[in-house]
């Protein structure tokens, strides 16, 4: 009968701590639940940071286009208690840009840190930003001169110093873009140099940011058909001149720009001593004087002749 009663009241008292037990859980669940119960809370305007870039440029990959917004909204999930130890500045947002190991397409994640480990990410606004990269090369691009107003001067053979220029971007990118110089002078002056620009297939100007052109500044050089100015010198006081004519009417020159537009014309003065009495027209040669800065391609002496009375 003994022994029976020590194994009731040891049953008893097992019986007993588990209730004890079971009451512990029941009331942690209770206050876990209803004092601290599992809740969502949007944490906005949380700012993006993107990194990774520098180490994109040491391994030779740029960006063709790539989108950056600025920040996120994130919803929260946790118990009340830690949601409310929360602050905007305890919420981290990344995009690593580490990801990317070569040209391509890419759509990189949005990645949140938080600084307890029972909170939870359950809603992004932005998962994941979009970009696209390619090889960074440099190529050399011949630069292409166009004009507008050069043909009235005379002005044609285009040639720019560096008649090259080193271009560095993405590698499909710069295989659709050419290098050139826009000449105007249509208002007859001429710029002492000229600033490279950069052009797509359909001549439309290109204006991004992620392509650079080394030494970007040239002289540009040409030739002209310069008009030749011949007058009759040391005529006697009774001999009216009527006419001068004289070949060639214009001799090429070539030069730098600017000194070509605002070079004076070639000029020649013929002499007359010759008895005038015995023809109404005298010819000869007339040395030309060309202005200074310009190399001569014309000749020396132009053929002219001279009617009078």
């Known amino acids: 009968m003994e022994g029976d009663f020590a194994v009731e009241k040891e049953v008893k008292k097992h019986v007993t701590r588990i209730l004890c037990a079971l009451c512990a859980v029941v009331l942690w669940l209770y206050v876990t639940y209803t004092e601290d119960p599992e809740m969502q809370t949007w944490i906005r305007n949380v700012p993006i940071t993107y990194a990774g870039e520098a180490e994109l440029s040491t391994q030779g990959i740029t960006f063709i286009s790539r989108e950056q ?19 905007a500045e305890d919420v981290k947002a990344t995009v690593q840009y580490s990801a990317i190991g070569d040209a391509g397409k890419y759509e990189l994640p949005v990645q949140i840190t938080l600084p307890e480990s029972g909170l939870r990410v359950s809603k992004i606004s932005v998962q994941t930003v979009p970009c696209q990269t390619d090889v960074l090369a440099t190529v050399e691009k011949t630069v ?9 001067l005379g002005i044609r053979n285009f040639v720019a110093s560096p008649s090259v220029v080193e271009v560095t971007g993405p590698k499909g990118l710069l295989e659709r873009l050419k290098a050139g110089v826009f000449v105007d002078l249509a208002g007859g002056d001429a710029a ?22 080394e030494n970007d500044t040239v002289v540009i050089s040409a030739t002209r058909a310069m008009p030749i100015e011949i007058e009759a010198a040391n005529v006697p006081e009774n001999v009216e001149i009527r006419e001068v004519t004289y070949t060639p009417e214009t001799v090429d020159v070539r030069g730098e720009l600017a000194a070509l537009v605002s070079a004076e014309p070639v000029r020649g003065a013929y002499s007359v001593w010759l008895d005038f009495s015995a023809s109404p027209a005298k010819s000869g040669a007339v040395r030309l004087v060309y202005p200074e800065g310009v190399e001569v391609l014309g000749p020396a002496y132009a053929s002219a002749e001279m009617f009078f009375e």
Request: glycine letters at 8%; proline letters at 4%.
């Open 192 to 213: 002492e140099t000229y600033t490279v620009s950069l052009f797509d297939v359909n001549g439309e100007r290109f204006l991004g940011d992620n392509v650079k052109i």
């Open 69 to 87: 917004p600025e920040t996120v909204n994130v919803k929260i999930a946790g118990r009340k208690s830690a949601l409310r130890r929360l602050s």
């Open 144 to 152: 292409v001169i166009t004009s507008s107003g050069a043909e009235p």
